[in-house]
């Protein structure tokens, strides 16, 4: 079902780059504060923009501090965007840190959108639903997929990283070169030092390749 999923994405990516000289690709971006759902959305930023696209970003809902919902959209594109509100119903992609929440936001994808979301919930409030139950609704997504950020994070280096992850995840289907990631990344924590770099390196690489 996974490689299923992949070969979607990977179909759909194409279709986009063919027209990517006058196209938009729009992400909401969401999760729980202290995910590092906001650098999340700064990496795809910043790869896009070392790629000259334009990009639009924002924080539209929530509070990041710890255990409050977080919602942002990154809007990019080739041409000029007069606006980083995402209609509901139009957004290419919802990429989630856990599994309640790319539900609760799935009001925004379009027909045939893609939906990344991280597997491990977490659980803020006392009625939190059963993980099987969110994993069977968001299955029901030809282009889902649940991504197992926490171990991949460990395998990397840092349980920190798990947001670094999913972007390696969402990077087989984003407008942007794989290398071009890597450069972004490095040039975000190269002052957090060498061994910070290759950890988010290596997370975003296993997200690439899972």
């Not at 992400?27 to 990496?43: E, F, M, P, R, T």
């Not at 910043?46 to 919602?71: D, F, T």
């Not at 000029?80 to 799935?106: K, N, Q, T, V, W």
């Not at 925004?108 to 639903?129: A, E, M, V, W």
């Amino acid at each position: 079902m996974l490689s299923q999923h992949v070969n979607v994405f990977m179909s759909q990516k194409k279709d986009w780059l063919r027209g990517k000289e006058n196209m938009t690709y729009d992400i909401v971006l969401c999760g729980v504060g202290g995910q590092g759902v906001l650098s999340l959305a700064a990496i795809i930023a910043k790869g896009a923009m070392m790629e000259k696209l334009n990009v639009k970003q924002a924080e539209v809902h929530g509070m990041s501090q710890r255990g409050g919902a977080v919602i942002a959209t990154l809007r990019i594109s080739s041409e000029e965007i007069f606006s980083d509100l995402i209609p509901e119903g139009s957004a290419h992609m919802i990429l989630s840190m856990e599994p309640l929440e790319s539900l609760r936001h799935i009001k925004y994808l379009k027909k045939g959108g893609q939906l990344i979301t991280g597997r491990d919930p977490f659980i803020n409030i006392p009625d939190y639903p059963e993980r099987e139950m969110l994993y069977k609704e968001i299955e029901k997504f030809p282009s889902s997929m649940i991504i197992d950020t926490k171990t991949l994070a460990v395998e990397a280096g840092s349980m920190r990283s798990q947001n670094i992850v999913l972007v390696g995840s969402a990077s087989k289907v984003l407008p942007i070169k794989k290398e071009t990631f890597l450069q972004a990344i490095e040039d975000v924590f190269n002052r957090k030092g060498e061994e910070i770099v290759d950890i988010n390196k290596n997370a975003f690489l296993l997200g690439r390749n899972s």
